[in-house]
Nanobody, 112 residues
Framework: VQLVESGGGLVQAGGSLRLSCAASGITFRFAAMGWYRQAPGKQRELVARISSGGITNYADSVRGRFTISRDNTKNTMYLQMNSLKPDDTAVYYC???????WGQGTQVTVSS
């Protein structure tokens, strides 16, 4: 199983980034998937999740600013992040919900 995140980087507050998570070794179209993040000194927290059928859930802190989506033809999940804030600075990880499968993470840094 491989989950490979990409798309992180440095952006100014108010800017946007789009993260991608390419999955292999799992039956992606049947998998509930999620994005987590971990800031320095803080616990890893759920940002957003998407069911196999496309039902989405968001953390209160990102609702209305972030959009999770998936393309089952490409075995890829996305996180569109708009109106970024310095508090969004963290390493972002993708995971197959309910599994021990995690990506290596991608750093997102939002400058004020």
């Amino acid at each position: 199983v491989q989950l490979v995140e990409s798309g992180g980087g440095l952006v100014q507050a108010g800017g946007s980034l789009r993260l991608s998570c390419a999955a292999s070794g799992i039956t992606f179209r049947f998998a509930a998937m999620g994005w987590y993040r971990q800031a320095p000194g803080k616990q890893r927290e759920l940002v957003a999740r998407i069911s196999s059928g496309g039902i989405t859930n968001y953390a209160d802190s990102v609702r209305g600013r972030f959009t999770i989506s998936r393309d089952n033809t490409k075995n890829t999940m996305y996180l569109q992040m708009n109106s970024l804030k310095p508090d969004d600075t963290a390493v972002y990880y993708c995971t197959k919900i309910g599994s021990d499968y995690w990506g290596q993470g991608t750093q997102v840094t939002v400058s004020s």
